[in-house]
């Protein structure tokens, strides 16, 4: 118990910070070294990286539509319940079409904003342009996972 203290204690906040900060960025490294759930709960929930926000309501739909009960939690607690309903690469396909759904609808939006008012453009075009990374990702991790399904079958 000593030796666990005196660890603690001879940690510096610098390196706290630097720890902290090397376990949030995630952006370098390529999804096949990631697990799809991992790349789910971190990148698609976080509006930073996914250029919308999936609010509980949201989530809540989702599972409904994979006719699965959500309860109301934080978001990352309700989409690893949601997640635990995955069992097959048609259920993880389920999912992707009913979250790339919500990102369209929310792009829309976007593109009406701007057409609203064309001096937002800068702020919602890098919102776009992260749905369209975010949904390629999405698009690829399908693809491999019916590459995978196919070799299993």
Do not use: W
């Not at 390196?15 to 070294?33: A, P, W």
């Not at 509980?56 to 009960?69: A, C, F, H, S, T």
């Amino acid at each position: 118990m000593n030796n666990l203290f005196e660890e603690f204690s001879n940690i510096s906040i610098d390196e706290l910070k630097q720890r902290s900060m090397n376990n949030d960025g995630d952006e370098d490294i390529e999804l096949e070294d990631r697990s799809y759930v991992d790349f789910i709960l971190t990148d698609v929930l976080a509006p930073a990286k996914c250029g919308v926000y999936f609010s509980k309501n949201d989530i809540r739909n989702v599972g409904l539509m994979m006719e699965e009960k959500i309860q109301l939690h934080e978001r990352k607690r309700m989409m690893k319940q949601l997640l635990k309903s995955i069992n097959s690469a048609d259920r993880l396909s389920e999912l992707m079409l009913n979250l790339k759904s919500i990102i369209d609808e929310r792009t829309k939006i976007y593109e009406e904003l701007v057409s609203i008012s064309p001096s937002s453009k800068d702020i919602f075009n890098e919102h776009i342009e992260k749905t369209v990374s975010i949904k390629s990702k999405m698009d690829s991790i399908l693809e491999e996972v019916k590459q995978e399904s196919l070799f299993i079958e």
